[in-house]
Each structure stands twice: as structure tokens, then as C-alpha cells.
């Protein structure tokens, strides 16, 4: 591929006519005041703000709504987020991923309200003090909601300006070059400027379309002189190696599912798991946690961010249940209640049980 050297001096964003297109297009959303309400004076609640943004982390707009919609009524507030025992986070987390984020989430509202008496901050230098906010979620908080001029640069910018630049490589490789693009043009009204660009990059310049001339911001893109859709540069796609191992789903004569919870600290931190093998590199031979007539039940495959993992899947009634006493047995009619990550689930359902 053949990519055409930026000039040395681009044509700085529009920021007047990124604007002017959001106000006439501006997505409506959750968790968004849209510019007609800012304009008359209502400002963004830096809770749901925040709240949003650490859900909207490596997950899609439409995966996260009823996520959000279920926090919001069981938490209104910070304050209620921060009483709450994480176990029931994590439960109302189970499926979104990344559960990390989950943690850091209970743990930055506690932070709010020990040391800021429940009042969220909204200036990027408090935000970037809490747990589990970096410099984009305390950039995105500050301007949403008090106009903060900093740029705000998620996924979608960043495929914006590297089209705009025809960026020669990948926008991680120029972090600096595409947060100054936009830095410098950041307006007074920063928050839908920000939220502007967001929206430019998930319709207009989308991942695989690129509606030039329907782009505010068309008249100066280098990208759009050439071919848009060779932008950003895709980066070197790291090998994603695969690793194996044995789940085993335990019943009683009842019925119920023997249930414990992963180590505190690691993947899935916290979070409910049916009994594991170590997930290792090579396939290992099946040691089974109790003595019973074990079934082979199939395989399920889960792919993280850094591996692929394929899990044999093992299911047994187990005659003596005071044996295992690490976890709990659960009613399999109840298994939503429980903070099971996709891959249980995978696992539970390869046992029929889900």
C-alpha cells in the first residue's frame, strides 16, 4: 500500500463546522445531554458520565445500554454504587467483560465518596487521582461536563484524524501527533466538541465507510484526496496463542451446581467460576477434583484479548458434597443471579445447564 506523506503544514480541524454538523446530527444517547439542552444550560451528571465511559471501554454502544439502564436503577448515585458489596457488581457486570473495570469501578466510587463526599470531580487533574480513570476517561469526564478544553480521543478520533492526516502509521504509533491535531482547535464548548467527533468517526467515518461528502470536515482531509479506507494503518497483528485446559461442572443429587470464586487478584479477579484446571500451553491429561463417574460433555473455545482458550468440559454428580467446601451449590434456576463470565456460562451450557 502505497500512502501519500502529509503535507508538513495541515489544515487544522474545522472546529466551527464539527459543531455545526453535531447540532443538526448529534446521536441521542443515555447518558448524553444533546447540544439543544446544553444550550440551555443543562450540564452532563458526571456520575453517569463516568459511568458510561468506563462500560463503553472496549465494548460497543449497543452491548452496553441495558447495562447501564440496570446500574442506574439499582445505583442512582455514586453513593449508592459505593454501598454496595462488589459481589453485586460483579454480577450485574457478568457478560459486559474486561472485569477489571468492574473492580475499578466499585473502587472509584468508594474513592468519591471517602474523599470527595460523594461529589464526582469533573476537573481532568482530580478525575486522573481516582481508581481505574486514565488520561482519556478523566479527559472525556472533564469536558462532557464542564467544558474542560482537552482533547478527548477514543477509537473513533483517532480514525477521524489519521484519515484527516492520511496518517502514514498506525494512530498508536502517533499518539502525540493526532491528540495535539485535535488539541489545538478544542473550543469553548468543548463537551459536544468532544461528543462531535466521537459521532463523526461512528457514522460518518466509519470503520469500513467513509461518507466524505456528507463530512464537515471533508475540505480539508488529506484521506478523503486519496482513499479513506486505507486509514488508519493497521498495525502488526500480535500472534494470539492458545492455551488449553479441563472446567468440571459438579451436581449434587438435587440438582444444584457447585459454584466458587476465582483468586483475588488475575484474570477474571473475583468473579464465579465452576472448578478449573491450570489453563497451560499444551493439553495436559484431565485430573479430575473429585472421585465420580465423570462425562465428557464436549469443548467450548473463549477468546480473551492475549489468548485463545479451548476448554474441555467434564460433568459428574458428585455423592458426598460436604467434600467441597471451598465454594457453594447453587440452584441451576438461579444461575443469573450469579457473576458468571461468559466463559462459565460457555462452560455451564456445554453441561446443559444453561
Not at 52 to 70: N, P
Not at 104 to 119: M, P, S, Y
Not at 183 to 204: H, K, N, S, Y
Not at 251 to 265: H, I, N, P
Request: proline share 7%; aromatic share 8%.
Amino acid at each position: 500500500m502505497s500512502n501519500a506523506a502529509p503535507q508538513q503544514n495541515p489544515v487544522p480541524l474545522d472546529a466551527a463546522a464539527v459543531l455545526a454538523w453535531y447540532d443538526r446530527h448529534a446521536r441521542t444517547l443515555p447518558w448524553r445531554v444533546g447540544p439543544a439542552d446544553r444550550a440551555r444550560g443543562i450540564t452532563a451528571d458526571p456520575y453517569r458520565v463516568w459511568l458510561s465511559e468506563i462500560m463503553l471501554q472496549q465494548t460497543t454502544v449497543a452491548a452496553v445500554g441495558r447495562y447501564y439502564a440496570r446500574f442506574l436503577h439499582l445505583w442512582p448515585t455514586v453513593a449508592d454504587l459505593a454501598a454496595s458489596p462488589l459481589e453485586a457488581v460483579l454480577v450485574e457486570w457478568a457478560g459486559l467483560g474486561y472485569y477489571a473495570r468492574a473492580r475499578n469501578l466499585h473502587a472509584c466510587a468508594k474513592a468519591v465518596v471517602e474523599r470527595f463526599g460523594g461529589r464526582f470531580p469533573t476537573s481532568s487533574a482530580e478525575l486522573l487521582t481516582l481508581p481505574g480513570i486514565g488520561p482519556y476517561t478523566a479527559a472525556a469526564i472533564a469536558a462532557i461536563t464542564g467544558d474542560e478544553r482537552v482533547a478527548v480521543v477514543d477509537g473513533n478520533v483517532d480514525r477521524v484524524v489519521a484519515r484527516y492526516l492520511a496518517l502514514e502509521v498506525p494512530a498508536r504509533d502517533a499518539k502525540d501527533l493526532v491528540r495535539g491535531t485535535v488539541q489545538a482547535v478544542v473550543p469553548e464548548r468543548a463537551g459536544d466538541f468532544a461528543q462531535a467527533l466521537m459521532d463523526l468517526g461512528a457514522t460518518i467515518c466509519a470503520p469500513r465507510n467513509a461518507s466524505c461528502m456528507l463530512c464537515p470536515i471533508q475540505p480539508g482531509c488529506r484521506g478523503t484526496k486519496l482513499d479513506p479506507l486505507l486509514y488508519p494503518v493497521k498495525p502488526e497483528k500480535a500472534d494470539r496463542p492458545t492455551r488449553y485446559g479441563h472446567a468440571f461442572v459438579m451436581r449434587d443429587t438435587d440438582g444444584d451446581v457447585y459454584l466458587q470464586t476465582r483468586a483475588e487478584k488475575g484474570l477474571l479477579a473475583q468473579m464465579t467460576e465452576t472448578p478449573v484446571s491450570d489453563w497451560t500451553p499444551d493439553k495436559r491429561a484431565v485430573v479430575h477434583p473429585v472421585a465420580s463417574d465423570w462425562r465428557y460433555d464436549g469443548q467450548v473455545v473463549h477468546v480473551f484479548t492475549h489468548f485463545r482458550l479451548e476448554l474441555d468440559v467434564w460433568s459428574a454428580v458428585v455423592a458426598d458434597p460436604a467434600e467441597l467446601k471451598a465454594g457453594w451449590w447453587a440452584d441451576p434456576r438461579e444461575l443469573d443471579a450469579e457473576a458468571l463470565p461468559s466463559v462459565f456460562r460457555k462452560v455451564l451450557a456445554a453441561a446443559g445447564l444453561q
